[in-house]
């Protein structure tokens, strides 16, 4: 069975800084990783996907995020933080195994202070 | 631009009472997914449909909650009786799913809050 670990659950951190929001997973086989970010309030969007090939991603909004196969992670960065960002963050990852039931970490909650 | 569409967007309700939520998926998407989200138990799928077909409803109460797809462009999950316990928000998403390389994204719509007095 696969899973999803998001190990931190809240960050707090001041506009202009970086921020690195780490996700594992637990599969043996190929899967594909998913961020979505929910604003507050708000459903869950799309920020970046992994299927294959380039294992850094770039998504919307400055996001990034990169698959180390080898670490079984995918965290997502950003450079340069703003206060629009304050949301929860979401890891997700499928498998050709589980069809397409997506399999979400816990979030993390991130707070940009102005 | 397409989206997912849900309605009621709000619910409430008291204990006891049938609720009846539905979901336009994207058009040209064949599969919905039903997920609940609470503070506590943070989002949990309850059912997922391919192709008008439930595949898994493993995470959905049976005795009161019962998901159906009466066509491909109306999703709807209704809970009955209706517990406090129930109330949530609950999204629906939908994805064009391809089973054979298990590639599939998939969109939410806006969620309907439910409330359960």
Same mark, same amino acid.
């Given at each position: ?20 929001l ?5 599969? /043996?086989?190929t899967?594909?990783?998913?961020w ?29 995020a ?15 933080v ?26 993390? %909650?991130?707070l940009?202070?102005? | ?5 849900? !309605?009621?967007?709000?619910?409430? !309700? ?13 058009? /040209?998407h ?7 989200? !609470? ?10 449909? %391919? ?53 599939d ?6 969620? !309907? ?5």
């Open positions: 069975a696969q899973s999803v670990s998001q190990h931190n659950h809240h960050v707090i951190l001041s506009e202009a800084a970086s921020l690195e780490g996700c594992n997973y637990s599969y /043996g086989g899967v594909n990783l998913f979505y970010v929910q604003y507050p309030g708000q459903h869950l969007q799309l920020l970046l996907k992994y299927f294959s090939g380039d294992p850094l991603v770039k998504g919307i909004k400055g996001f990034e990169e698959f180390i196969k080898s670490k079984f992670s995918f965290n997502l960065r950003k450079p340069s703003q206060w629009s960002d304050t949301a929860e963050y979401f890891c997700a990852v499928n498998s050709k195994a589980a069809g397409n039931k997506l399999t979400f970490g816990g979030g993390t %909650r991130v940009v202070k102005p | 631009d397409a989206r997912v569409t849900q !309605t009621p967007r709000h619910k409430v !309700t008291e204990m006891g009472q049938e609720v009846t939520m539905r979901c336009q998926p994207i058009l /040209g064949n599969t919905v997914f039903w997920y609940r989200q !609470t503070m506590m138990q943070g989002l949990e799928l309850l059912a997922y449909f %391919r192709n008008r077909a439930p595949l898994d409803d493993s995470g959905m109460p049976k005795d009161r909650f019962s998901a159906e797809m009466p066509d491909a462009t109306l999703a709807t999950l209704k809970i009955q009786p209706s517990e406090p316990r129930d109330s949530a928000v609950y999204f629906c998403a939908s994805g064009s799913g391809d089973r054979a390389s298990g590639t994204t998939q969109y939410f719509g806006p969620g !309907t809050r439910l409330t359960v007095l």
